[in-house]
């Protein structure tokens, strides 16, 4: 079955730090990625969607400029928590899709935790 | 946009019946409609995907329904284990042909042993 590998599962780290996630489809080619915010009990947040080699489509209310997404290639994407502070504190969930479509493949999630 | 309707309240059964999970869509109906499962502190993990054109798809205990109609589907797990335990979620594509998707808040669904 297809497999998203997503690193690191779990950050703690100082309010100011900037932090990077990355995501990668280990056995297909993956034209969009997706990254979400989950909180406790509650839905997956839409916050950005990213086709290789294009600049990521943000959500209504996502800064892009505080969350940067890199898509270089059909197998790896990047976001990028900058200066994060304690509000950042969440879990963070990447996914990617073969073709529209097609189902999404979910890493294991990233637990970011600001101090 | 769309709303998604789950469930909020977990769903308690007993090993070997059958579970029967409900997400409801207020909106367009879209090309397609999944469902995952999320374990505590995983992320979601793909079970199946129905098209608009399909009225049921099956894998293995798993049974999937889809009416336009009613704006419905209907997730099923026939004879339930403990280890289906887990939140399951629906998601429905957005219309435009970009294939966004949105999830629904997830029900969860616990089975006695």
């Known amino acids: 079955g297809a497999v998203v590998s997503q690193h690191p599962s779990r950050v703690i780290c100082k309010s100011g730090t900037s932090v990077k996630i990355e995501c990668r489809s280990l056995?297909?080619?993956?034209?969009?990625m997706f990254w979400y915010r989950q909180f406790p009990k509650q839905s997956l947040m839409l916050m950005a969607t990213s086709n290789e080699g294009s600049k990521a489509t943000y959500e209504q209310g996502v800064e892009k400029d505080k969350f940067l997404i890199n898509h270089a290639s059909l197998t790896l994407s990047t976001l990028t928590v900058t200066s994060a502070h304690p509000e950042d504190s969440s879990f963070y969930i990447c996914?990617?899709?073969?073709?529209?479509?097609?189902?999404?493949?979910f890493g294991d999630g990233t637990r970011l935790s600001i101090l | 946009s769309q709303k998604i309707e789950q469930n909020s309240e977990a769903l308690n059964i007993q090993e070997g019946k059958t579970a029967t999970l409900t997400c409801n869509y207020t909106?367009?109906?879209?090309?397609?409609l999944q469902w995952y499962r999320q374990d505590p502190g995983r992320g979601p993990v793909f079970l199946l995907l129905?098209?608009?054109?399909?009225k049921e798809k099956r894998k293995e205990r798993l049974k999937v329904t889809f009416d336009t109609t009613l704006k419905q589907s209907l997730f099923h797990i026939t004879a339930s284990q403990p280890a289906d335990s887990a939140t399951y979620l629906c998601a429905l594509d957005e219309p435009g042909g970009s294939y966004i998707p949105t999830f629904g808040r997830g029900t969860s669904l616990i089975v006695h042993p």
């Open positions: 056995d297909f080619q993956a034209t969009t």
């Open positions: 996914s990617a899709r073969e073709t529209g479509g097609q189902p999404q493949h």
């Open positions: 909106n367009y109906s879209p090309a397609y």
């Open positions: 129905i098209r608009e054109n399909e």
